[in-house]
């Protein structure tokens, strides 16, 4: 019923940025919380940022607060995160994530619905 591409990864110095584009598409209802999770090798999968469909209500893991952006355009049935100062430490496969139904949202196990990744490598 949903699909999701991500979309923006790529090569950056420390402290520039990227902004990621996640596209929806949705057959049937409609997303209650759209979400980016990252992934770095030899971790586990962890919440960057989420939020609701208004795009009104946004949460953000406390390591980015500050320096990430979620955003919509739901003309375009699009979610983004721009990445400002980034760090060496953000380097990951980012996953824009979407769940339906639910009140939560900050684990990786709260989403039926996944992109495939996007790499995002900062440079130090």
């Known amino acids: 019923q949903v699909q999701l591409v991500e979309s923006g990864g790529g090569l950056v110095q420390a402290g520039g940025s990227l902004r990621l584009s996640c596209a929806a598409s949705?057959?049937?209802?409609?997303?209650?919380?759209q979400a980016w999770f990252r992934q770095a090798p030899g971790k586990e999968r962890e919440f960057v940022a989420a939020?609701?469909?208004?795009?009104?209500?946004?949460y953000y893991a406390d390591s980015v607060k500050g320096r990430f952006t979620i955003s919509r355009d739901n003309a375009k049935n699009m979610v983004y995160l721009q990445m400002n100062s980034l760090k060496s430490e953000d380097t990951a496969v980012y996953y824009c994530a979407a769940k339906l139904v639910g009140d939560t949202f900050s684990s990786r196990y709260d989403y039926a619905y996944w992109g495939q990744g996007t790499q995002v490598t900062v440079s130090s």
């Open positions: 939020c609701t469909w208004s795009g009104a209500d946004t």
């Open positions: 949705v057959r049937t209802g409609s997303m209650y919380f």
